[in-house]
């Protein structure tokens, strides 16, 4: 059973550009977070995502800021017209069933450095 | 608003020690508690996660442990070894999980 897969590893993008992080979760699990680690900070959450719904998005900039978990395919976290704070390491987790446990298994991040 | 915080934030030990590393949280609601293992430039490594109803988990040298009354959550590390180096997180909640900023670990051979 593969693990948490994500994609690119790192992504580098000039101002104004837009990135695009892929995240294909653990097989046979529905629910799907993203969170966002800058530099010196912890992790911190920023959406959760069942197949095609957002469930938990408080942890989203207002701004720029999408995901999406279709009913084929990864979840995609897109950030428009990406600015030099965005830079950081982009986490995604997953789980199984919610009703058994919400322990979450991370992939190994993609780095999105904004020149 | 739930708030994790570490200590220490960093620590070094001589290759054999006993360490414990210790985890805080401000809401005594906190559902499970997961403790990850991060290396440079890697994801997380899940290491034991502290479901609501229980009060610890082991696995191999690793023993965590959840005091929901007082707030805290210390994972016990033995015999460490340098391979033990790595930044260990804490984390509390459910679906949404809140970090603490994590005890970069040294283990000196």
């Known amino acids: 059973n593969a693990g948490v897969m994500q994609n690119p590893r790192h992504l580098v993008r000039r101002r104004g550009q837009e990135a695009r992080l892929r995240c294909s979760p653990m097989k046979g699990h529905s629910h799907v977070y993203w969170y966002r680690q800058l530099p010196e900070e912890g992790l911190k959450f920023m959406v959760y995502?069942?197949?095609?719904?957002?469930?938990?998005e408080s942890g989203m900039p207002k701004e720029r800021f999408s995901a999406e978990f279709p009913k084929e395919g990864p979840s995609i976290l897109r950030i428009q017209q990406v600015v030099r704070g965005d830079s950081a390491a982009y986490f995604c987790a997953s789980s199984p069933d919610r009703t058994n446990s919400y322990e979450q298994y991370f992939g190994p991040g993609t780095r999105l450095t904004v020149t | 608003k739930q708030e994790v915080t570490q200590i220490p934030a960093a620590l070094s030990v001589p290759e054999g020690e006993n360490l414990v590393l210790n985890c805080s949280f401000t809401d005594s609601a906190i559902y499970n508690l997961q403790w990850f293992r991060q290396d440079p430039g890697k994801g997380l490594t899940s290491l034991l996660l502290i479901q609501s109803s229980q009060r610890e988990q082991t696995s191999g040298r690793l023993n965590a442990s959840l005091d929901k009354s007082s707030g805290r959550s210390t994972l016990y590390i033995a015999a460490s070894q340098p391979g033990d180096s790595a930044t260990y997180l804490c984390?509390?909640?459910?679906?949404?999980?809140?970090f603490g900023k994590g005890t970069k670990l040294t283990v000196n051979p």
């Open positions: 995502l069942q197949k095609e719904n957002i469930i938990d």
């Open positions: 984390a509390g909640g459910s679906e949404k999980l809140v």
